[in-house]
């Protein structure tokens, strides 16, 4: 049962580059979300989707980019990164008729700089 | 008003002790709210979650209390062991509606002390 499964682990990029976080999920689920962990600030949506095909804004969606063309598959793009994206990013996905729990993956670790 | 506070952001008990984390939200339309267990390097998990027609959950050492008029929910650790350190998020929601998207607290690290 892999559950949530993120790649890459880590990344270090230069201010400027850009790059793509995969989140996969084998739950047959629903929704899915993208979140940043920053310290002091918890844990901040950044997009997320209710079905294949459709994407929607969260609270920090600046410079972030967001794709769900296969409902197993999430995908978050930075296309110039900065160095405010340094983070901790998470997925999570939920089934559409669920208790509300979200399964989250085991993290990205991104440092820009 | 979509914010929801938490607090303290740090916290140090002694074991067998009572941990005891805070969390108040605004927007009234929330009727979801969990809690989340984060362990260093994991992703955060389910812990414990309650809706706003109960005023208190339990389930084994931990307890939701819930105060609606307040606006504030708190969870309680009863007889803290180490195995507990790790960092607790709360959260809010709309049940089963909003995307199922939830709102995290700032989130609080606990150390249990032997």
């Known amino acids: 049962n892999a559950g949530v499964t993120q790649t890459p682990k880590f990344r270090v990029l230069k201010t400027g580059q850009s790059m793509t976080l995969l989140c996969a999920q084998d739950m047959n689920h629903e929704y899915m979300y993208w979140y940043r962990q920053d310290p002091g600030m918890g844990l901040r949506l950044i997009h997320y989707s209710v079905g294949e095909g459709t994407t929607a804004k969260g609270e920090v969606p600046d410079g972030y980019n967001v794709s769900r063309l296969k409902k197993q598959n999430f995908l978050l793009g930075l296309e110039s990164a900065a160095p405010s994206q340094t983070s901790v990013y998470f997925c999570?996905?939920?089934?559409?008729?669920?208790?509300?729990?979200?399964?989250f993956g085991e993290g990205s670790r991104l440092t820009v700089l | 008003q979509q914010q929801v506070k938490q607090s303290p952001q740090s916290l140090i008990v002694q074991k067998g002790g009572i941990s005891i984390i805070n969390c108040a939200y605004e927007n009234t339309a929330f009727d979801y709210f969990p809690w989340y267990q984060q362990f260093p390097g994991k992703g955060p998990a389910l812990l414990i979650a309650i809706r706003p027609d109960v005023s208190e959950k339990k389930e084994g050492r931990f307890t939701i209390s819930f105060n609606k008029s307040a606006k504030q929910f708190s969870l309680h650790i009863m007889d803290s062991q180490p195995g507990d350190s790790a960092t607790y998020f709360c959260?809010?929601?709309?049940?089963?509606?909003?995307?199922?998207?939830?709102?995290f607290g700032q989130g609080t690290e606990l150390s249990v002390k032997p």
């Open positions: 959260a809010a929601s709309i049940y089963r509606g909003w995307g199922g998207k939830l709102i």
């Open positions: 999570a996905s939920s089934p559409l008729q669920g208790t509300g729990e979200l399964f």
